[in-house]
């Protein structure tokens, strides 16, 4: 097999080339389907024949084909993407490959995407960006799951170009039985799904049949060839024709006379002398300057990157959205969502993630899931979380109300990701679908008599007092202790304890994980009243979990959160089993304990440490009054 030679008018005429090549359209477009349908084969065979495989290149495809190849040492097309050592040495793909080619019609920019379900997350990645999409299928094992999964996923995900590639026809002797059979068992899905358009195409990807050209080896297929398809398919773009929206990704202020704001634009046309609308604020002005790197435009529209100047000194930061004035983005901070969970720890309702979306980040809760998507069936079954690769629709709270679009008519300002807030990994990924009702029912009722003037008739800083450690470490011990002492001073307090509140408030949740979550999220959200009403408000809670501790503090104002960490190792704590509780875990009789089946997560910056297995109860709550008095001095 000899190199292909770059096009003739590389040698000719450089010049006219790169004019040429600049004003080609761009397809991206990912390949996706089961393991070992031939993806990554497919896109080697396509950068091949596109001619972007040079002859130093080759030499090296030809010796790495030789070592690691799985074509007994011919050519092994997949090694042009498989690039990471371990995706080499099991013969997988693992993390998405970009590759970019380009024909005499059109450039591309191919997104090769994982078949193993353990990391459908990458397929989501590839896919968030795409035009269009080849769904592969290994004509001797026909429609699995994972091909349902990513064909649920690219029509989620707005991709309505789709070719249905069935590979590896040779191996089935190119029997039309068999790709028929396939065609209708995958249009039969696709109806469920709403993906009403497809292109099915026979090939074989290894030996190039049906890629550039009409293979004589299936007389009967009279489609097109899969890069004819590429090469003329329409892709609809609707942005440019709708309103102005601009994300603002960041404050350009380079010297003392120039302030802009720069971002790519989003959707619509923008011109000087438009008038615009900043969300959330509201604030409106007109624009004075487009300005790129060569000079000023009389217009820039969707997809551009620009700088826009404004006409009035406006409160403009990154993340905010610059939008036509007269038909701005809705603002809320409650939405219906589907979610793709990405991680191997499952979502839990009630958690605090980070949601990024377009250049801004909010803090979101996650109600419990509405149901989750069966893939196979479609079927919409109940669920209490999502674990890894499950789709489930779920309403989310934002800490604030943000500009938005849905993600059918928007992909930058209705597409989001989820991230852990303690870890900083990227644990889910979703689409808005609307606002609900009640972000725009309900307003804050605004009142004469504030915090501040609660706290002042008191005499005393309103603050919440939060008590964590293992059951049996003495936390309603030392909290009643403390509070009593703290009457005794004449201050204004009131004790939140878990046995108590489990006995109404919240008498409807057990012990798993997500209701544990639930637990301390109303706890918080009782404790602000509190503070608010200018009350010492004390929290005998195991709460195990960092992240809800954290919440509970970014509720506060800075000041008003004294964590306080009973420390007492398992073993003492064990020992103690006032109530019997340790015993029962252990025999099994109890499940989801701290401790000994659930996890504790200490502490890591508390204000107060006290160890009971040294310190009397009555000596630690004296340290933490002393405090707390210090505190308030």
């Not at 919409?380 to 779920?394: S, Y």
């Not at 910056?605 to 308030?632: K, Q």
Request: hydrophobic share 40%; charged share 25%.
């Amino acid at each position: 097999m000899s190199a292909y030679k770059p096009a003739d008018l590389i040698e000719t005429d450089i010049d006219a080339y790169l004019h040429q090549h600049q004003h080609k359209s761009l397809l991206r477009f990912i390949t996706c389907g089961s393991v070992d349908d031939g993806k990554s084969t497919l896109i080697g065979r396509l950068l091949y024949d596109s001619k972007m495989i040079f002859e130093d290149q080759l030499a090296a495809l030809e010796a790495d084909s030789k070592k690691v190849g799985t074509q007994g040492g011919a050519i092994d097309f997949a090694l042009l993407v498989d690039g990471l050592a371990a995706e080499r040495e099991q013969g997988i793909t693992i993390d998405v490959a970009y590759r970019f080619f380009a024909t005499d019609h059109r450039k591309f920019i191919v997104a090769d995407t994982p078949g193993h379900e353990q990391y459908t997350r990458n397929m989501v990645t590839g896919a968030s960006t795409a035009d269009a999409a080849v769904v592969l299928i290994d004509a001797r094992r026909g429609v699995l799951t994972q091909t349902r999964r990513h064909s649920y996923l690219v029509n989620l995900l707005g991709i309505r170009k789709v070719v249905l590639a069935v590979n590896k026809m040779d191996l089935v002797d190119w029997d039309q039985s068999i790709f028929d059979g396939i065609v209708a068992e995958y249009r039969d899905f696709a109806e469920l799904i709403g993906l009403r358009d497809f292109t099915a195409i026979p090939m074989s990807a290894l030996n190039g049949n049906n890629i550039t050209e009409h293979s004589d080896a299936a007389p009967w297929y009279d489609g097109p060839p899969l890069m004819r398809w590429l090469e003329t398919i329409e892709v609809e773009d609707a942005l440019p024709s709708q309103p102005f929206r601009m994300p603002v990704q960041w404050v350009n202020r380079p010297n003392l006379d120039f302030r802009g704001f720069s971002g790519q634009i989003a959707a619509g046309t923008v011109r000087p002398g438009d008038r615009i609308k900043v969300l959330p604020s509201g604030r409106e002005s007109h624009v004075a300057r487009i300005v790129v790197l060569p000079g000023d435009l009389d217009s820039a529209q969707a997809g551009q990157s620009v700088t826009i100047t404004l006409t009035d000194e406006v409160d403009v930061s990154r993340g905010d959205v610059l939008v036509s004035a007269d038909a701005p983005s809705p603002v809320a901070n409650q939405f219906e969502t589907t979610i793709v969970w990405m991680d191997d720890e499952p979502m839990l309702p009630g958690r605090p993630y980070l949601m990024k979306i377009g250049a801004q980040t909010a803090t979101a809760s996650i109600t419990e899931p509405k149901y989750r998507v069966q893939v196979n069936t479609l079927e919409h079954i109940a669920a209490k979380r999502l674990e890894l690769n499950e789709i489930g629709v779920c309403n989310i709270s934002l800490d604030r109300a943000i500009p938005f679009e849905a993600y059918a008519a928007n992909r930058d300002l209705g597409g989001f990701i989820l991230i852990d807030r303690l870890s900083n990994r990227t644990v889910g990924a979703g689409m808005l679908h609307f606002a609900l009702r009640r972000a725009d029912n309900i307003h804050w009722q605004a009142t004469d008599v504030h915090k501040e003037a609660r706290a002042l008739q008191k005499g005393q800083k309103g603050r919440v007092v939060w008590f964590t450690g293992l059951s049996g470490a003495g936390k309603s011990t030392i909290a009643n202790l403390v509070e009593k002492r703290l009457h005794a001073l004449g201050r204004h307090t009131y004790l939140l304890d878990g046995d108590n509140v489990r006995h109404g408030l919240n008498k409807d949740l057990g012990f798993t994980e997500e209701d544990r979550v639930e637990n301390i999220r109303r706890i918080a959200e009782v404790a602000k009243l509190m503070v608010d009403a200018g009350l010492i408000v004390l929290t005998a809670f195991i709460s195990p979990f960092r992240a809800e501790r954290r919440m509970a503090r970014e509720l506060m104002e800075d000041g008003e959160f004294v964590e306080v960490y009973v420390e007492t190792p398992l073993a003492v704590a064990e020992q103690r089993d006032v109530k019997g509780l340790y015993r029962k875990a252990r025999a099994g009789d109890l499940k989801n304990f701290t401790g000994i089946d659930s996890p504790y997560e200490a502490p890591e910056h508390a204000e107060i440490v006290v160890d009971t297995s040294s310190l009397s109860a009555v000596e630690a709550a004296e340290a933490i009054v002393a405090w707390l008095e210090n505190g308030e001095r």
